[in-house]
């Protein structure tokens, strides 16, 4: 099986739909959203009924941070940019839509793999998993229930907005592996790995690129890729809201 790898989409229309239809080309058979569909972005609810879609085929979709927030009561005073996008977002989606996000699973484990938004030791605190430490820390929560079990080889996440690779060698210790796009990079199961997949809708390394990934679970073999979208309509929709400008003038800055 391929697996599609899609995490932070942040309401970017544009560029899920350019992953989608890469993937496609790849032979993707099938699809993992991997949290923060929503938020920064102009379009959350084409990009909500897109996943819930795929998701009627068989897809995986779990919760993140800002779709957490945009299904969650309002808090009156807030008034910081991202606040303000969670407040705008809230009044763009469905009722369906809001429930769809609250509903998401904060983990899914499956075979080898287990899927998260932020760091499976604790999901519900959001930590970003940018060190080998913070990976270890991640691996070993992945292993252990009630999030994981000891079958789990491989853990998927995003919320950084950047891609690596982490993996644990025969001393113990975490590794890390800056992948080059395009590159199948070898993950066998005697191993214990941990990837950011990077962000479908907003990366923020400098590159304007789309990302994500494709595990080929049978080969075992994992593929970071970046994929063109259309930036300059991402970024007019943003601009044609009441978003902050800022939200959209990021996109071409990839930060």
Not at 10 to 16: C, D, G, K, P, Q
Not at 80 to 97: H, K, M, N, P
Not at 218 to 245: K, N
């Amino acid at each position: 099986m391929k697996l599609a790898l899609l995490a932070d989409i942040h309401a970017n229309r544009h560029a899920l739909e350019a992953c989608l239809a890469h993937a496609e080309k790849a032979g993707v058979e099938r699809h993992a959203f991997l949290g923060d569909l929503v938020g920064y972005g102009a379009e959350p609810g084409a990009v909500v009924q897109t996943v819930m879609a795929l998701q009627e085929r068989g897809a995986i979709a779990i919760k993140g941070n800002h779709d957490l927030y945009s299904s969650m009561p309002l808090v009156e005073g807030k008034t910081d940019l991202g606040y303000a996008s969670v407040a705008w977002t809230q009044q763009q989606l469905s009722r369906d839509e809001r429930a769809f996000l609250a509903n998401l699973p904060m983990t899914h484990t499956e075979s080898s793999f287990l899927l998260v938004h932020a760091s499976a030791d604790s999901p519900e605190r959001w930590r970003y998993v940018e060190t080998p430490e913070l990976a270890a820390a991640s691996l070993d929560g992945a292993m252990q229930p009630p999030v994981g079990n000891e079958n789990v080889r491989h853990v998927f996440g995003g919320h950084v907005h950047a891609q690596a690779l982490f993996f644990r060698g025969g001393a113990g210790k975490l590794m890390p592996f800056i992948p080059t796009p395009g590159v199948p990079i070898p993950v066998p199961r005697h191993r214990l790995w941990l990837a950011t997949v990077g962000s479908v809708g907003q990366p923020r390394d400098g590159n304007a690129l789309a990302m994500y990934a494709i595990f080929d679970d049978s080969a075992q073999l994992l593929t970071f890729h970046r994929v063109p979208y259309d930036v300059q309509g991402a970024m007019a929709a943003i601009r044609a809201t009441e978003l902050p400008a800022f939200f959209a003038d990021r996109l071409e800055q990839g930060r």
